[in-house]
């Protein structure tokens, strides 16, 4: 359904996004920010999902900084490397950057919002509070987000986590819940990674609830 396109940072980082078109004019465009495992089939697929509602949808390949055109899997080996790259070897400072070019390059189709997973749902945070240009953004499942409750989000921000999440215990939701009582933050009886079809913690029906909560979440701020 969608192509692969090459944009350039500020910094002069050339990296590729993967990008998924509607069938007709696009409602604006949502970036998809990917999870430790790059830019890889489920991606793609939750890309092309967003495209199907109406809206182009932008993948950018953070971590091709570090390891251009790499796609993981989700578990052993493939875990540990992803883990290793995104809290060792990419540099979050340069990750923002290709953010910030995303959306800059987003925005020629109207209004930008902004969805991540996993490590995307702690760059969706970041986004929120550093990338200019956003309309919106909505954070699933972000690990390290209570660790960095001194910034403060410029945008409507909504959240989606997991009760039975031992990667984000209660305790750090409950203190994100209390630093941001302006954002809108839901939990699901649900694990870690629930969004994800490709993945043993995957939770159709919390999926699906989290997903109509974006999808009017957008719908509220980008029209």
Known sequence: MGQ????????GHSFEVYEAAPDGNPMGTIVVVQEIFGVNAHIR???????????????????????????????????????????????????????QATVQSASESGAVGLVGYCFGGLMAFLSAC????????????????????????????????????AHIPMSDVDLIRSAYPDCGLFTYDADHGFNCDHRASFDQSAADLARQRALDFFAEHMG
């Open 130 to 165: 550093q990338v200019s240009g956003l309309a919106c953004a909505v954070s699933y499942y972000g690990g390290g987000i209570a660790a960095q409750l001194e910034q403060s989000p410029n945008i409507p921000l909504q959240f989606h986590f997991a009760e039975l999440d």
């Open 45 to 99: 697929e939750v890309a092309d999902g967003y495209a199907r509602s109406g809206y182009r949808a932008m993948a950018p390949a953070l971590f091709d900084r570090v390891e251009p055109k790499i796609e993981l899997g989700y578990a052993g080996a493939d875990m540990m490397q992803g883990i290793e790259i995104a809290r060792g070897k990419l540099d979050v400072s340069d990750a923002l950057l290709d953010i």
């Open 4 to 11: 692969v396109t090459t944009l350039t940072s500020s910094d």
